[in-house]
């Protein structure tokens, strides 16, 4: 299963704090003085029913990827692995499933 689609995102603003990404956007939390740009990239594909793995971009960790099927954020480690250019899932999504993959900024 290979990604279907890559997407960059880039959002500037003067001041964040925290940031939160829902429906492919993300929203910031504002203090005063800081200037962040905050880029990430995000990919699809469709589930098959039986395969567990995945080809994402390279330099990639659990902790700055994050999986959702079917709209429901994947738990790293538990329910996806990451090694090298590959997440493995613990069970394969359903046939048809819609899986979204975020590069977070690192």
Do not use: C, H, W
């Not at 890559?6 to 956007?25: G, P, Y």
């Not at 939390?29 to 098959?48: Q, R």
């Not at 999986?67 to 394969?92: E, H, K, M, R």
């Amino acid at each position: 299963m290979a990604l279907s689609k890559i997407k960059t995102n880039s959002i500037t603003d003067d001041a964040v704090t925290t940031s939160k990404i829902v429906n492919s956007a993300v929203t910031l939390v504002k203090t005063s003085g800081v200037a962040t740009t905050l880029t990430y990239t995000s990919g699809t594909a469709i589930g098959d029913g039986s395969t567990t793995t995945l080809a994402i971009n390279s330099g990639r960790a659990v902790n700055n990827v994050l999986v959702d099927v079917n709209g429901i954020t994947l738990t790293p480690t538990d329910d996806y692995t990451i090694s090298s250019t590959t997440l493995t899932f613990q069970a394969a999504p359903a046939s048809l499933a819609e899986i979204t993959i975020r590069y977070l900024p690192i």
